[in-house]
Each structure stands twice: as C-alpha cells, then as structure tokens.
C-alpha cells in the first residue's frame, strides 16, 4: 500500500486494528493499559503497550502509540498519536497524527494537525490544519 497522505495513513493503521496483518495481535491485546475510571476506547482502536488513559477520556478510530499518557476528559478522534506522548487534561485531538514525545498541555484543541516529534504545545491552544515543528535548533 502507498501512503501519499494522512488519509492514506489512517486507512493503514485501521487495516491494521482490522486484522489484515497478522502482527497487529499483540497491540489488540492492550498490555499494560491503565483506564481511568469512565474512559471509553472504541473496539476500533489500536493501542500500544504501558499505556495510561485518565477519567472520562474517550478514544474513537485512533492509534495509540507506547508509553503514552492520556489526561482525564481528553478526546481523541481518528488520529494517530506516536510513542512517549503526554496529552494532558482537558484536550480535544482529531483528525491528525502526533509525533514522538510530544507534550501537548492542558485544554488544547488541535484539529487536523500534524505534529512533528519533540513538540511542546502550550494551554489553551486551538489549531486547525497546522504542520507543527520543532523550534530551530531544537532536537
């Protein structure tokens, strides 16, 4: 399969949790997920290992990449969140991919945005259809 977008990259991740490939067993399996009291993640949903997901925080048709903590009533929808991300309270993500040990702090929206890895994103930001890189010189 080629992938020439973000569609493209999320149709891929969903064949993944669909079952096309046979590897994908081992992040169904949701080792290590610790779900706060009143979250709700969706049968659709692909989440990796030792992951955390805070109170009344709701995932839909997303991935969920390792070690990454999820903050109480944080939305996330048909997006893709990479390794060692922290997502705090509060946040809205949808439609978009997160990369690497990104921060994203408190009350955050961010609609179809792309993140690049190492971001730090501020409280109370809303963005729409941004590509978010790293400071130069930052790494």
Same mark, same amino acid.
């Given at each position: 399969m080629r992938i020439d977008s973000v569609a493209d990259y999320t149709l891929a991740n969903r064949l993944l949790v669909s079952g096309a490939v046979p590897y994908v067993d081992d992040l169904l399996q949701r080792r290590g997920l610790v779900q706060g009291r009143n979250a709700k /993640? *969706?049968?659709?949903?692909? =989440?990796?290992?030792?992951?955390?997901?805070?109170e009344k925080s709701i995932i839909q048709k997303s991935t969920i990449g390792s070690n990454t903590k999820i903050g109480t009533s944080v939305k996330i929808t048909n997006c893709i969140v990479m390794d060692h991300v922290n997502i705090a309270d509060g946040c809205s993500i949808?439609?978009?991919? /997160? *990369?690497?040990?990104?921060? =994203?702090?408190?009350?955050?929206s961010l609609k179809e945005c792309i993140v690049a890895s190492t971001v730090n994103i501020g409280s109370n930001e809303d963005l729409r259809n941004e590509i978010l890189e790293p400071e130069a010189g930052v790494l």
């Open positions: /993640i *969706g049968g659709d949903c692909c =989440i990796g290992k030792d992951v955390i997901v805070g949808s439609g978009g991919v /997160i *990369g690497t040990n990104v921060q =994203i702090l408190e009350k955050t």
